[in-house]
């Protein structure tokens, strides 16, 4: 019992001159900071900003966007779902700064993109609707993004960081997704 009321007492000491120090550093702390309040603040110049889409005048995209609205006949609706189809296409996705399941995923936009091009049986409709998605691209990769390949690129080529799944079915979906078999 002497020898734990000892070590309770040594341990109060040490205790008490760790906060002693620790209040003299935050007194040597506050000292140095005390003119730093007198300093003039300036105020931040903001970047220049477009004035018809509001983004930085350096990534605008305006000069992407179509001079006059693209006339077409038909509405679209897109009704999204987990367990979409999905069809088989040579078309592969220009979003190139986000990582997508297979080499066949597309963006919304480019699905739309396709879609209308197709029910109006016009190709420019497609360039047209697509070149912003590929000047924000080209933008995002000038600025540090990286680019994304599919996960199942990354699993035929054998560069896929993480390690296989346990689980069956997960593996199995895995398996399927290296051998192009729709999941």
């Not at 109060?12 to 935050?26: H, I, N, Y």
Request: charged share 20%; net charge positive; with cysteine.
């Amino acid at each position: 019992a002497l020898r734990s009321q000892t070590l309770s007492e040594e341990e109060r000491q040490e205790g008490g001159a760790s906060l002693v120090a620790s209040t003299l550093d935050a007194e040597a702390d506050s000292a140095s900071a005390e003119g730093l309040w007198e300093l003039p603040v300036e105020p931040a110049e903001r970047r220049p900003e477009c004035s018809r889409c509001s983004r930085p005048q350096k990534v605008c995209l305006c000069p992407f966007l179509p001079v006059h609205p693209l006339h077409i006949s038909t509405h679209l609706y897109i009704i999204q779902h987990p367990a979409e189809v999905q069809l088989k296409t040579n078309i592969s996705s220009q979003y190139v700064i986000r990582m997508q399941p297979t080499n066949r995923c597309l963006s919304t936009l480019e699905c739309a993109a396709v879609a209308l091009s197709i029910l109006e049986k016009n190709n420019h409709i497609q360039e047209t609707l697509l070149r912003p998605l590929q000047a924000l691209c080209s933008f995002q990769l000038q600025h540090g993004a990286q680019i994304r390949l599919s996960k199942e690129y990354l699993l035929k080529n054998g560069l896929y960081p993480k390690p296989m799944p346990r689980n069956k079915r997960k593996l199995r979906k895995m398996e399927l997704l290296m051998n192009s078999v729709k999941i």
